[in-house]
């Protein structure tokens, strides 16, 4: 079992950033490739990044690219995803989830652990 814990969250201003954090525990986290997603109101569960086990190759094809960057620290079991130039339309829960093994992907099927998510509320 991995669990898995967001902070960061919070309310912020259209244009503004956040820097979230998913500190992990309970397996070898650079075990796992890992991901945020994001699901707002009446929406479907929406990637946002993902990036490799060691921390060298990030993914971003979902509609936050050019204004999150992803990292990772594995002494530290933690992944963090820093977001800019927010806008309204990225109000939502934001989660992290892990996946065990090299394969780095955008489904959200694919993950085997999933935190409880952190809000983010961008007003306009």
């Known amino acids: 079992q991995v669990q898995l814990v967001e902070s960061g969250g919070g309310w912020v201003q259209a244009g503004g950033s956040l820097r979230l954090s998913c500190a992990a525990s309970g397996r070898t986290f650079s075990n796992y490739v890992m991901g945020w997603f994001r699901q707002a109101p009446g929406k479907e569960r929406e990637f946002v990044a993902a990036?490799?086990?060691?921390?060298?190759?990030?993914y971003y094809p979902g509609s936050m690219k050019g204004r999150s960057t992803i990292s990772r620290d594995n002494a530290k079991n933690t992944v963090y995803l820093l977001m800019n130039s927010l806008k309204p339309e990225d109000t939502a829960v934001y989660y992290c989830?892990?996946?065990?093994?090299?394969?780095?992907?955008?489904?959200?099927?694919?993950?085997?652990?999933w935190g409880q998510g952190t809000q983010v509320t961008v007003s306009s």
């Open positions: 989830a892990a996946r065990q093994g090299a394969i780095v992907t955008s489904s959200y099927d694919e993950y085997d652990y």
């Open positions: 990036v490799s086990r060691d921390g060298n190759s990030p």
